[in-house]
């Protein structure tokens, strides 16, 4: 299979797992070398196998030296200043690693599938929204060799290496969305939790760049930790450091990280115009407690997703709900990492998933 570099980016790749004996690209583009505002290159000759060498036969997506002047908080890199978005997850490899493994889970979850809407086999255009690694859109491109996968996000820290019929572009969501209206058999968006205020806006744009009879699904987690059976004590770092950084920046930072409770997934559907709407929702366990098996098996996912980058899901929050330089955060780490470690801790987290179809004309 011939693979084309689509995005010149920091090179971050948490996705390497899903691209078995690749070659490492002969040269990345820097952002000093780049002095474009944008530059597109495609050849429309399908026919010219990149892997040969042949430039012209290349998708080169150069991007603005500003789109990689990362914003450093703590050591760790956020998105560029120059999206609008206050986005509070880290973009580095450190974060990727725990993105990836957090595709695995789900997949798990939902009975080792991509997706649960109802998409037809020629699925022919499909927009991956807050593609993160782009591990979902690579794996779907994989699925789907006839299909022409877009994913996009803040931050380019997709793979270079990629299936032929996947790209990946730099683009905030929460601004006007550009794509022309009908123009996508299936949109997906996945853990954008804490990046969107306005989801009716989210799921209109969506609504929009949907063909007639096309599908849009959006899978969302509250990352609230709980129990059903009084394992998690008040005192608990998972009530005390987590949930409650989560709960107290949702104001600060105009965002809600309890899409379940505030049912801001399906309400948005609905509104936007969507029919056949159906909603499921699961929990995951964080460890290995559950009896069922395939259950521990995810729940030991979720716990090394998390205890890989704890920092990274709570750096941004202690300092906005804590205030800049309160100290403790580092101890408060260490004791949320143990009790991620504890079997007498029966955790566990809720996601939902809702998708519908945009009516036929
Ligand atoms: C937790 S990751 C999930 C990645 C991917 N959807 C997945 O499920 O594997 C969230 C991603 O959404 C992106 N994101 C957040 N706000 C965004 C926005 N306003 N526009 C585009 N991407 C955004 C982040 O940069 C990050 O890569």
């Known amino acids: 299979m011939a693979y084309k570099p689509t995005t010149a980016g920091a090179g971050g790749s948490g996705s390497g797992s899903t691209q078995p004996n690749l070659p490492e690209p002969a040269a990345i583009m820097v952002a000093s070398d780049i002095d474009e505002e944008e530059v597109y290159i495609q050849d429309d000759d399908d026919d010219v196998d990149s892997a040969l060498g042949d430039d012209a036969s290349s ?10 002047e990362y914003r450093t908080i ?8 120059k999206h609008n978005s206050s986005y509070f997850i ?3 490899e450190q974060q990727l690693q725990s993105q990836d493994i957090t595709h695995h889970y789900l997949t798990m979850l939902i009975g080792d599938k991509l997706f649960l809407a109802p998409i037809p086999e020629n699925v022919q255009r499909v927009l991956d929204i807050g593609t993160g690694t782009g591990i979902w859109s690579i794996v779907f491109s994989e699925a789907y060799p006839n299909a022409e996968v877009i994913g996009t996000d803040l931050s380019p820290t997709q793979p270079l290496w990629v299936p032929p019929n996947v790209k990946f572009e730099l683009d905030d969501c929460t601004q006007p969305w550009t794509w022309s209206e009908n123009s996508f ?12 205020a306005d989801w009716d806006e989210l799921l209109r744009q969506a609504y929009r760049v949907t063909r007639p009879g096309g599908w849009a699904q959006s899978c ?15 005192d608990s770092p998972f009530v005390t450091f987590w949930n409650r ?7 600060k930072l105009g965002v809600s990280f309890q899409p379940i409770d ?20 699961y929990k995951f366990p964080i460890g290995g407690w559950p009896a069922d098996k395939r259950l521990a098996e995810i729940g030991m996912y979720v716990q090394m997703t998390m205890l890989n980058d704890v920092e990274g899901y709570t750096l941004f929050l202690w300092k906005t709900v804590m205030g800049e330089n309160t100290p403790g955060y580092e101890e408060e780490l260490a004791k949320m990492k143990k009790e991620l470690k504890s079997k007498k801790r029966h955790g566990y987290m809720r996601c939902r998933y809702v998708f519908g179809r945009k009516p036929y004309l």
């Open 262 to 281: 505030d049912d801001v997934q399906r309400k948005a559907f609905e509104r936007a115009g969507f029919e056949c709407i159906e909603v499921h929702d």
């Open 59 to 68: 998708v080169i997506h150069s991007i603005t030296s500003s789109i990689l």
């Open 185 to 196: 058999d299936f949109v997906h968006m996945r853990y954008l939790f804490g990046g969107i």
């Open 74 to 81: 703590g050591g760790r890199t956020f998105h560029s200043e």
């Open 245 to 251: 950084l989560y709960r107290e920046s949702q104001p």
């Open 220 to 234: 969302e987690a509250d990352v609230d930790i709980r129990s059903d059976d009084d394992s998690i004590p008040a």
């Open 90 to 92: 880290p973009n580095d």
